[in-house]
């Protein structure tokens, strides 16, 4: 009964070679967001989608992009990743915004980039 | 822009309660939360708390909100070997958007 489903869960990619990362929910959630987590650090919210509607952070570097073809599915693909894009990423779904909206977490992609 | 901070790591003896600790810079956080980190898998929220309270209980866990001092604390009652994992708090300002705010997390070891 997996909610928020992350494949792969470990991807392995060559620097420069641009790499799709998938989610998806079986929550019928509104809202969909990609956080980044590094190596003991915080994770880092990156993007996040209502409905269709896309919303930057303001520090994410353009070399990430998404795609939310529908309710249940969101893309995170990295252009050209270099060394410093590998880490953790932690996909989620409320189903509104806000804080009383819990988010549920997918249990990530590690990203390698050699 | 906010600031979250937490000790890296916290170790305890089974059937102690354990507390972790984390302190904030934004005044105006609205929601507070703790999350849970099992090894290989998701974040799990444990509790949250909104800013207009200065506890929480919930079974084994108890939450302690200082607003004046923008501390928070989670409490852990009879910590089991089971409990061992990272723990997040994070911190949402409503005014601001939608970004959940994460501190680095503390690792919480409980030997038997």
């Known amino acids: 009964d997996a909610m928020v489903i992350q494949n792969p869960r470990y991807q392995v990619t060559q620097f420069g070679k641009p790499v799709t990362l998938s989610c998806s929910q079986t929550?019928?959630?509104?809202?969909m967001y990609w956080y980044q987590q590094k190596s003991s650090q915080a994770p880092k919210l990156l993007f996040h989608?209502?409905?269709?509607?896309?919303?930057n952070e303001a520090d994410t570097p353009d070399n990430f992009q998404s795609r939310r073809p529908n309710t249940s599915f969101c893309f995170l693909d990295i252009r050209s990743p270099g060394l410093g894009d590998a880490a953790m990423y932690l996909c989620?779904?409320?189903?509104?915004?806000?804080?009383?909206?819990?988010?549920?977490f997918g249990p990530g992609t590690r990203l390698t980039v050699t | 822009g906010e600031d979250v901070e937490q000790s890296l790591f916290l170790s305890v003896r089974e059937g102690d309660s354990s507390v972790i600790n984390c302190t904030y810079t934004?005044?105006?956080?609205?929601?507070l939360y703790w999350y849970k980190q099992e090894p290989g898998a998701g974040l799990q929220l444990l509790t949250y708390?909104?800013?207009?309270?200065d506890m929480k209980q919930d079974q084994r866990l108890t939450v302690l909100l200082n607003k004046k001092d923008k501390h928070l604390s989670l409490r852990i009652a009879d910590t089991q070997t089971g409990d061992s994992a990272i723990y997040f708090c994070?911190?949402?300002?409503?005014?601001?958007?939608?970004?959940?705010?994460f501190g680095k997390g503390t690792t919480l070891s409980v030997s038997s």
């Open positions: 989620a779904t409320s189903r509104d915004t806000g804080g009383g909206y819990e988010q549920y």
């Open positions: 929550l019928n959630h509104n809202v």
């Open positions: 989608y209502y409905d269709k509607d896309f919303n």
């Open positions: 934004d005044s105006s956080s609205t929601y």
């Open positions: 708390i909104f800013s207009n309270m």
């Open positions: 994070a911190v949402l300002n409503n005014q601001a958007g939608t970004a959940l705010i």
